[in-house]
T-cell receptor, first 112, second 114 residues
Framework: GENVEQHPSTLSVQEGDSAVIKCTYS??????FPWYKQELGKRPQLIID?????GEKKDQRIAVTLNKTAKHFSLHITETQPEDSAVYFC???????????FGAGTRLFVKA | DAGVTQSPTHLIKTRGQHVTLRCSPI?????VSWYQQVLGQGPQFIFQ???????GRGNFPDRFSARQFPNYSSELNVNALLLGDSALYLC?????????????FGPGTRLTVT
């Protein structure tokens, strides 16, 4: 079936530390894996994505890694700042790509 | 460039009523997807429309319907509202109609059913 599992549900880190959020997906045909950041009362915003033909992608302090064999992908945030506090969602399309499945979300707290 | 817009911002309805939510995609984007986000959960896929045709449907009852117009804007309709339909309804636009293209979300419509 179609499923995206996301862990942990809550993550608390000290400012300057790294944060890692992990997702697993069930549809082996999935080939695009975006990450969204949603601040309280706001829309989800695309922060980084990765396609199945690469294993890692970086954009300043954030990076995403993909392991297609194990069907999991991870978001890495380095040198965390208080403004990184938000809910982060991973997602993956189903076979055919006409349906996007979201993870349940990770609430990240960055303590100053 | 204008981003994805949605109207109305907030809406309060009574059980059994009908509601229409509207979405305008980013200029040049041909696909619109609708999501329901209940507080504390991830967005749940409702529909995807591409070139005015329904391309994907999530696990929602037939009370939910949608359409896409020639200018690529879209409407989501919900009939016979239930208390459980209270949620943030998000619209996302993408350039093309399959999941390997970036989706950009609108601000959402917060629906409260009393």
């Amino acid at each position: 079936g179609e499923n995206v599992e996301q862990h942990p549900s809550t993550l608390s880190v000290q400012e300057g530390d790294s944060a890692v959020i992990k997702c697993t997906y069930s549809d082996s045909a999935s080939n695009y894996f975006p990450w969204y950041k949603q601040e309280l009362g706001k829309r989800p915003q695309l922060i980084i994505d990765i396609r199945s033909n690469v294993g890692e992608k970086k954009d300043q302090r954030i990076a995403v890694t993909l392991n297609k064999t194990a069907k999991h992908f991870s978001l890495h945030i380095t040198e965390t700042q208080p403004e990184d506090s938000a809910v982060y969602f991973c997602a993956a399309p189903n076979t055919g790509g006409f349906k996007t499945i979201f993870g349940a979300g990770t609430r990240l707290f960055v303590k100053a | 460039d204008a981003g994805v817009t949605q109207s109305p911002t907030h809406l309060i309805k009574t059980r059994g009523q009908h509601v229409t939510l509207r979405c305008s995609p980013i200029s040049g984007h041909k696909s619109v997807s609708w999501y329901q986000q209940v507080l504390g959960q991830g967005p749940q896929f409702i529909f995807q429309y591409y070139e005015k045709e329904e391309r994907g449907r999530g696990n929602f009852p037939d009370r939910f319907s949608a359409r896409q117009f020639p200018n690529y804007s879209s409407e989501l309709n919900v009939n016979a509202l239930l208390l459980g339909d209270s949620a943030l309804y998000l619209c996302a636009s993408s350039l093309e109609g399959w999941g390997t293209y970036e989706q950009y979300f609108g601000p959402g419509t917060r629906l409260t059913v009393t």
